[in-house]
């Protein structure tokens, strides 16, 4: 069975320090995507980084990075500089090829502090 | 690019009542759109999957008879919730499958409803 887990419910960060969000995935697949979304508390789902799993580079997207490590099924999240209007609910999500059904983590709550 | 809209932001009605939810993809065209249902302070839980031109298909445990879904155009998914009760009152999330810019589904800004 398919499974995403983040270990943690909330984390706090100095602003302009960096921050890593943990994942771990679980799946028998070959080809999978890992995804992160924020979710700001207007609701919406703003999506932030992609990593397939054919991909031997970790992706990175402005201050996003993702620490892809495959061995491990990790996915981990780092963003750098942090702002505060980073502060959010923070989501990690598994798809797999084909159905393009995602499952997502239980989400990460990041305070960023002044 | 990649735009998905969602309206209305937020609803409330009577219970027994009907509630239309639209999602609409702006600047692309999904063939495949998703629905989703949010609970305060938890996770995105999948209720259906919309494909253009055919019947949604439903995850386990989700009513079809309750949640219509209809994607009758390449932009246009909607999610009717029939009867509605106060334990359908949540936060409901359309996301659309795009190919561009990145392979990935992109969410539109969700619908608040509040059934009293």
């Known amino acids: 069975a398919q499974k995403i887990t983040q270990t943690q419910p909330g984390m706090f960060v100095q602003e302009k320090e960096a921050v890593t969000l943990d994942c771990t995935y679980d799946?028998?697949?070959?080809?999978?995507?890992l995804f992160w979304y924020k979710q700001p508390s207007s609701g919406e789902m703003i999506f932030l980084i992609y990593?397939?799993?054919?991909?031997?580079q970790n992706a990175t997207e402005g201050r996003y990075s993702l620490n892809f490590q495959k061995a491990r099924k990790s996915a981990n999240l780092v963003i750098s500089a942090s702002q505060l209007g980073d502060s959010a609910m923070y989501f990690c999500?598994?798809?797999?090829?084909?159905?393009?059904?995602?499952?997502f983590g239980t989400g990460t709550r990041l305070k960023v502090l002044a | 690019g990649a735009v998905v809209s969602q309206h209305p932001s937020w609803v409330i009605c009577k219970s027994g009542t009907s509630v239309k939810i639209e999602c609409r993809s702006l600047?692309?065209?999904?063939?495949?759109m998703f629905w989703y249902r949010q609970f305060p302070k938890q996770s995105l839980m999948l209720m259906a999957t919309?494909?253009?031109?055919?019947?949604?298909?439903?995850e386990q445990g989700v009513e079809k008879d309750k949640f219509l879904i209809n994607h009758a155009s390449l932009t246009l998914s909607t999610l009717t919730v029939t009867s509605a009760h106060p334990e359908d009152s949540s936060f409901y999330i359309c996301?659309?499958?795009?190919?561009?810019?990145?392979?990935?589904?992109?969410f539109g800004p969700g619908t608040r409803l509040t059934v009293l």
């Open positions: 990593q397939g799993s054919y991909d031997e």
């Open positions: 996301s659309a499958r795009a190919g561009a810019p990145v392979d990935t589904q992109y």
């Open positions: 600047d692309f065209q999904a063939t495949t």
């Open positions: 799946t028998s697949d070959q080809s999978y995507g």
């Open positions: 999500a598994m798809g797999t090829s084909g159905t393009y059904k995602y499952i």
């Open positions: 919309s494909n253009e031109g055919s019947k949604a298909t439903y």
